[in-house]
């Protein structure tokens, strides 16, 4: 029979063990540190039919009230162009103090109250970070037959440094092409393996040019065995 010592002994091994796993497993599920630098951020606004003049209100008064905010260095907000009633907004912050702030100041409240009434689908925020960016600058305030362009490209995790690097080799010629006005990459915070394509074209016929470019062809080609949904190109016209 074990004696009391033994018993107890054993019984706080037990206990030390138990907390081990439970610290290593908060550790491993723990969120990651917010990134240093930049803030950057996409949203998706998916309206009903028929709503597009109420919501294009509601984003030109944030849009005002956002471009004003301390640590805003990017603010747009844009319009489908084939779906009017869905909408994006391209944010860069400062750094991650200067999104939070924004989050919680009372001209985004009074646009998420509303705009909830005006929606179809949940309004899609996704934290990013620059990851392949060239001049921040790029294509500011570009209007008339400019094309933006938001592009989500999903790789499956096994393949995450592959296709990242795939685009980091994309994105230096595609600023070379003709009528180009910007192109980043940006890696969504809470999916590694998540990135957005953001660009800007003078015109849709430049971005058809660039598009049957043999860099763009090697990408394509290359990414089918390396991604984990379709290639989701949006084209957007800037709300003025």
Known sequence: MKSL?????????AVA????????????????????????????IEAAPGAGTQVTKL???V??????????LRHEILQRRERPNHFAILEIWKDAAAYQANLSAEHTRKFRDGLKPLL??????RPHTGMDIGEISAGAGAKGGAVYVVTHVDFIPPRKDDGIAGLKELATPS??????????????????NHLTLVEIWKDHNSLEAHEKTAHVVKFRDALLPMSGSLFDQRLYRAIE
């Open 59 to 61: 984003l030109r008064a």
């Open 63 to 72: 849009h005002a009230a956002a471009r004003k905010a301390d640590g805003n």
């Open 175 to 192: 600023r070379k092409d003709g009528g180009n006005l910007r192109y980043e990459v940006q890696q969504q915070n809470s999916r590694p």
């Open 120 to 125: 179809v689908a949940a309004y899609d925020e």
């Open 17 to 44: 063990s138990i907390v081990a796993g439970v610290t290593s497993a908060v550790a491993q599920t723990a969120p990651p540190p917010p990134p240093v630098g930049p803030a950057y951020t996409v949203i998706y």
């Open 5 to 13: 010592y033994e018993l107890l002994t054993a019984s706080t091994i």
